[in-house]
Nanobody, 123 residues
Framework: QVQLQESGPGLVKPSQTLSLTCTVS??????????WSWIRQPPGKGLEWIGH???????RYRPSLESRTSISRDTSKNQFTLQLSSVTPEDTAVYFC???????????????WGQGTQVTVSS
C-alpha cells in the first residue's frame, strides 16, 4: 500500500522560506507514470494545487505561485520536497503531498494522500 507522510516546521515567519518534505513508501517516485504533487487548503477555503514533480523529474507549478515555488526530489530516500519562498500569512494552510495520475494533473484530485500538515505563517 502506498503511504505518504509530510514533515517540516509548523510555523514559518513572514518573508522566510517554507520547506516541507514528503516521504513515500510502497511505491518508488520514479515509477511510470505518476505525478508527485503538493496541494494546500487555507483556512475556510478550498483545495489548491501548488505543483508537481513527475516520475522523470520534470516540474510544473501553479502560475500564480511559480515565481516562489520549487519542488525537488531525492530518489535515494524516495522523498520529494516543496520550497515556497517569501511567504506571507496568506500561505497559512494545511499542506498535503499527493500521488496523482496523468488524468489528475494540476487538479485537486489524487489517488493517495498524506495526512496533511498545518503550516502557519506568523511573526
Amino acid at each position: 500500500q502506498v503511504q505518504l507522510q509530510e514533515s517540516g516546521p509548523g510555523l514559518v515567519k513572514p518573508s522566510q522560506t517554507l520547506s516541507l518534505t514528503c516521504t513515500v513508501s510502497g511505491d518508488a517516485i520514479t515509477t511510470n507514470y505518476y505525478y508527485w504533487s503538493w496541494i494546500r487548503q487555507p483556512p475556510g477555503k478550498g483545495l489548491e494545487w501548488i505543483g508537481h514533480i513527475t516520475f522523470s523529474g520534470s516540474t510544473r507549478y501553479r502560475p500564480s505561485l511559480e515565481s516562489r515555488t520549487s519542488i525537488s526530489r531525492d530518489t535515494s530516500k524516495n522523498q520529494f520536497t516543496l520550497q515556497l519562498s517569501s511567504v506571507t500569512p496568506e500561505d497559512t494552510a494545511v499542506y498535503f503531498c499527493v500521488r496523482q495520475r496523468w488524468n489528475q494533473i494540476a487538479t485537486t484530485k489524487g489517488d493517495y494522500w498524506g495526512q496533511g500538515t498545518q503550516v502557519t505563517v506568523s511573526s
